[in-house]
């Protein structure tokens, strides 16, 4: 691989680039005979190295056909950045995948799965890679052709910035203004409406007795009630963000964020 790795600084071309692609996704084969555990700091540094050869390694492969990696090594990549302690590192395998993955096609639904489950992670926001975290998250989240989805990433990144950071705050409004100018037509409802199934409570004003069975059957009707709310209305911790029903509900997320202490974060979100 050194020496392949070397050639490639010499003379780039797509065939050595292939040849130190397929090198370097022989590490990542799994091995069915351990257990799936937590990397630990030299695996991390293993791990790292070998990223950084596939991204030297990716700019020249665009002129060769079959670019994309095997399918165990992406599964291996999706594993490792869901098991590797260093968030640093999670944010290069992402940005790697993304790369690989949009080659062909739209991303599929495991990486924004992925995605999606590292936002919620605050330690990705205060690692050495943040920058390039955030510049990802711009990229990924408007472009995404599932609105749901991009409309409940965008959500989880204000529901992260509101308890965090001013600087996170701006990153997140930063991929919602992205949006926006992206989706126009399908966030203009979430801005300028309000909840229409939050119903206050009726109070009553004497106590009424009813029959068992009356009781029963009543207390069925609200469960059933329940259960369709529960169904129609957004679901912040959902796992897969595109049944998170992000779009049926109104983005609070803004209002909050327009009563930030920060002045930047607070004018940033009154302009939204």
Not at 44 to 62: C, D, E, Q, T, W
Not at 98 to 121: A, C, H, T
Not at 136 to 143: A, C, G, I, N, Y
Not at 158 to 169: I, K, M, R
Request: include cysteine; charged fraction near 25%; charge should be positive.
């Amino acid at each position: 691989v050194a020496r392949l790795e070397l050639a490639l600084k010499k003379k780039p071309t797509p065939q050595t680039s292939s040849k130190v692609m397929g090198r370097k996704g022989r590490f990542w084969k799994p091995d069915a005979s351990k257990k799936r555990h937590a990397l630990a700091e030299s695996e991390n540094r293993m791990v790292r190295i070998l990223i950084s050869g596939i991204h030297r390694a990716f700019p020249y492969m665009n002129a060769l056909e079959g670019t994309t990696l095997q399918e165990e090594t992406l599964n291996a990549l999706y594993r490792v950045c869901h098991s590797v302690s260093a968030y640093s590192t999670r944010i290069v395998i992402l940005i790697l995948l993304f790369k690989l993955l949009s080659i062909v096609k739209e991303p599929p639904d495991r990486f924004y799965r992925l995605l999606y489950e590292q936002i919620n992670e605050f330690d990705i926001f205060t690692c050495s890679h943040r920058q390039q975290g955030a510049e990802l998250l711009q990229k990924s989240v408007p472009t995404d052709p599932c609105v749901s989805r991009s409309v409940a990433m965008g959500r989880r990144l204000l529901q992260v910035g509101a308890n965090s950071e001013p600087a996170v705050a701006v990153a997140a409004l930063n991929v919602l203004r992205d949006l926006w100018l992206a989706r126009r037509t399908e966030l203009v409802p979430l801005l300028n409406s309000v909840d229409s199934q939050l119903q206050p409570a009726d109070v009553e004003d004497e106590e009424h007795f009813i029959d068992d069975a009356q009781f029963a059957a009543k207390d069925s009707t609200s469960t059933a009630e329940a259960n369709d709310r529960k169904e129609t209305r957004y679901r912040p911790l959902a796992r897969e963000p595109r049944f998170a029903l992000a779009t049926n509900t109104p983005l609070w997320e803004l209002y909050a964020l327009a009563c930030h202490v920060h002045p930047f974060v607070s004018h940033a979100a009154s302009q939204l």
